[in-house]
């Protein structure tokens, strides 16, 4: 079979790194995770990773008002660290080339992000795992995940979260909740879905940049998106 995408941005939240744990990092997961990121790496495919660090620390909503917001979410992007090292770690031990790059620096732990270094690294095969967000406050890993694909030239963001798509209602609280297939950016935004936030919809529109949203409660989805089969919902500029 033939990849579908060839270069693609993977954001991992960071509650799916925890588990059934609910915090910290679950190892086996973990694992279970990256050997699909080695799966699709030994078939040709470039990957670049964004990841959360919501398993740790949530920004501003962990701050609850109490921590002044951007040192909240300077800790958030902490806690993004943490996970990448992990997931290093779990990738090198695969046998994957990987590197680390953050966008607040500290060399003594990783690369300070670059994007042409960025490329050069996904040209040579290497996994190139992204802390820290943007390195902004007031903006999430969904947003910074957006961007750095449109920085890398992706093909598609796939988003891998705890629910396997986008529904019009919240499916923990409504079982007839319906899952879309597919949306437009426009519809996104239009009905309040907030599957990512705004910030990430709308940047994700204005460059053209299809997201797929789905499941990580299946790494396999992972590979099976890069196949091009149908998994989760695909948000895109039109829908034919």
Same mark, same amino acid.
């Given at each position: 079979?033939?990849?579908?995408?060839? #270069?693609?941005?993977?954001?991992?939240?960071? *509650?799916?790194? +925890?588990?059934?744990?609910?915090?910290?990092?679950? &190892?086996?997961?973990?694992?279970?995770?990256?050997?699909?990121?080695?799966?699709?790496?030994? +078939?040709?495919?470039?990957?670049?990773?964004?990841?959360?660090?919501?398993?740790?620390?949530?920004?501003?909503?962990?701050?609850?008002?109490?921590?002044?917001?951007?040192?909240?979410? /300077?800790?958030?992007? !902490?806690?993004?660290?943490?996970?990448?090292?992990?997931?290093?770690?779990?990738?090198?031990?695969?046998?994957?080339?990987?590197?680390?790059?953050?966008? &607040?620096?500290?060399?003594?732990?990783?690369?300070?992000?670059?994007? !042409?270094?960025?490329?050069? /690294?996904? *040209?040579?095969? #290497?996994?190139?795992?992204?802390?820290?967000?943007?390195? %902004?406050?007031?903006?999430?890993?969904?947003?910074?995940?957006?961007?750095?694909?449109?920085?890398?030239?992706?093909?598609?963001?796939?988003?891998?979260? %705890?629910?396997?798509?986008?529904?019009?209602?919240?499916?923990?609280?409504?079982?007839?909740? /319906? #899952?879309?297939?597919? !949306?437009?950016?426009?519809?996104?935004?239009?009905? /309040?879905? !907030?599957?990512?936030?705004?910030? +990430?919809?709308?940047?994700?529109?204005?460059?053209?940049?299809?997201?797929?949203?789905?499941?990580?409660?299946?790494?396999?989805?992972?590979? #099976?998106?890069?196949?091009?089969?149908?998994?989760?919902?695909?948000?895109?500029?039109?829908?034919?």
């Amino acid at each position: 079979m033939e990849l579908k995408y060839k #270069r693609v941005l993977l954001k991992v939240s960071g *509650e799916a790194l +925890a588990g059934n744990r609910h915090f910290g990092l679950d &190892i086996d997961v973990i694992r279970s995770v990256c050997s699909v990121i080695k799966k699709c790496v030994d +078939a040709g495919a470039e990957i670049g990773i964004v990841v959360g660090g919501g398993n740790f620390w949530r920004g501003v909503k962990d701050g609850g008002g109490k921590i002044e917001r951007t040192r909240a979410d /300077h800790m958030g992007m !902490l806690a993004t660290s943490i996970n990448a090292l992990a997931l290093a770690d779990a990738l090198e031990k695969m046998g994957v080339d990987v590197r680390v790059q953050t966008a &607040i620096e500290m060399r003594a732990i990783a690369e300070p992000y670059v994007r !042409l270094r960025a490329c050069r /690294h996904l *040209e040579k095969g #290497r996994v190139v795992i992204f802390g820290c967000g943007t390195g %902004n406050p007031y903006f999430s890993t969904d947003t910074a995940a957006i961007l750095r694909a449109a920085e890398i030239d992706a093909d598609i963001v796939l988003l891998a979260k %705890n629910v396997d798509g986008v529904y019009d209602s919240d499916p923990a609280k409504n079982p007839d909740a /319906h #899952r879309y297939e597919a !949306l437009s950016y426009d519809e996104m935004l239009q009905k /309040h879905l !907030l599957a990512m936030d705004l910030t +990430a919809t709308s940047l994700s529109m204005d460059n053209s940049i299809p997201v797929l949203l789905f499941a990580l409660s299946d790494p396999e989805n992972i590979y #099976r998106a890069l196949m091009g089969e149908k998994v989760g919902t695909l948000v895109t500029g039109s829908i034919d």
